[in-house]
């Protein structure tokens, strides 16, 4: 009997994140408006942001072994709880005297519970979906991430433009408190691990078979990781670098023309995912790679608009439609490997495995920011030196990948006979 996706369990867990990701969205861009506001530097709440991201990538282990031991409805419930509780204080005791005081320890709390709820919510996928609806779960997930990406910022702006910070904050409080309710419904069977060691042991131990399990019963997760975190290295240092500075700084357009690029980046996400659950049964593992060497072919024409003898428009549409077609790929390319590491994880590790997804991920992007922010400003007049080389090299770690997507497809045939 084929299992059907969009089963009970999953459209409440979708249901959640959808209000949980639309509640986190207009409350950090109201807070980073309120910032700018209060400060006149967007450095200011830049930096705050970066600290506060240090707890998600030192707790994200403990969140892991918390999913795989604990009932993760119930981890959902509580943290989402927390969220809502922690931001309508932060409201309540929002004054002009401590508000970066008091922003900033919200932002940290934000944080601490991220590291615990983005594991969880990555183990419940595999929980409730089995085969090819892992990868079209995972797909339905990016997709409401991206709608609510497109959408919650243009509300949230308006919102704080009419209100102020504190009503935008308790929007987003009844978005946590509204998730929590949605996944109080979700059913998830759990069995409580018989343990009597104590903590520290039970750490330490779950960190050491999870970490055998990927470096050598399972090595096609750790090559994934490796591979998860190149990409995102690549393509976050020159999208949310890159983007902006050649559209600002070395095209010379205004703030317009960036707006309608992000836009256009978010349409080609939720495209990326769309094409990702259509392709679910079709896209074998092995062509993976080519989907991966494809992100080094979109980024290489936008690099050759610098060097032919065109208009400033000309090379915004086409360098528009190189980064476009690199967020389809991405998409594409993330959901799978995501999936592919889930469905070759046991239960028991699931939880653990998706922190250290979560990790790699977090501590590629800011190193591919600071990277990509120091080349364009050496380069900035001649992009294409950035730009041509770093496709030519993404196309090279396609190749040498093939071998990777072809035995984990052997695997996958193997396992299924």
Not at 156 to 170: E, S, T
């Amino acid at each position: 009997m084929t299992q059907k996706l969009f089963s009970k369990n999953f459209v409440l867990l979708i249901l959640g994140q959808l209000t949980s990701l639309f509640g986190n969205f207009i409350l950090k861009l109201a807070l980073s408006m309120y910032v700018l506001d209060a400060t006149g530097s967007a450095a200011v709440f830049a930096s705050i942001l970066s600290i506060a991201i240090i707890p998600t990538i030192l707790l994200s282990p403990l969140g892991g072994i918390l999913a795989d031991r604990a009932n993760r409805r119930n981890i959902m419930v509580a943290l989402d709880t927390l969220t809502g509780v922690s931001v309508l204080c932060s409201a309540l005791f929002l004054t002009a005297k401590n508000d970066l005081t008091v922003i900033c320890v919200l932002l940290i709390i934000l944080s601490v519970l991220g590291a615990f709820e983005t594991p969880t919510v990555q183990a419940c996928i595999p929980t409730m979906l089995e085969g090819d609806n892992i990868t079209k779960g995972n797909a339905v997930v990016n997709q409401v991430a991206s709608i609510s990406y497109l959408i919650a910022p243009m509300l949230g702006g308006i919102l704080y433009a009419a209100l102020g910070l504190k009503p935008v904050m308790y929007a987003s409080v009844v978005c946590f408190f509204i998730t929590a309710l949605f996944e109080c419904f979700i059913k998830l069977s759990y069995e409580r691990p018989q343990s009597k060691e104590n903590v520290l042991s039970i750490v330490k131990q779950d960190f050491i078979s999870s970490m055998q399990y990927i470096s050598k019963e399972q090595t096609s997760i750790s090559k994934m990781l490796f591979l998860t975190a190149l990409s995102r290295f690549f393509v976050m240092g020159i999208t949310i670098v890159g983007l902006p500075f050649i559209v600002r700084k070395v095209l010379g357009f205004n703030a317009k023309y960036y707006g309608a690029a992000e836009s256009a980046l978010a349409i080609a996400t939720i495209i990326g995912s769309i094409a990702a659950g259509i392709f679910t049964e079709k896209l074998k593992t092995h062509k993976l790679s080519l989907i991966l060497g494809s992100l080094g072919i979109f980024v290489i024409p936008a690099g050759i608009a610098f060097i032919l003898p065109v208009n400033p428009t000309i090379r915004y549409i086409i360098n528009i439609i190189s980064f476009c077609g690199m967020q389809i790929a991405i998409s594409i390319f993330s959901i799978f490997a995501v999936s592919l590491i889930q469905q070759r994880t046991p239960n028991h590790l699931i939880g653990k495995i998706m922190a250290y997804t979560s990790i790699v991920t977090l501590c590629a992007q800011p190193i591919g920011q600071m990277v990509y922010g120091f080349l364009f400003d050496k380069f900035r007049n001649a992009a294409y030196v950035v730009l041509i080389p770093t496709g030519l090299i993404i196309c090279i770690v396609g190749l040498l990948s093939i071998n990777l997507f072809k035995n984990i497809e052997k695997q996958q045939t193997e396992e299924q006979a």
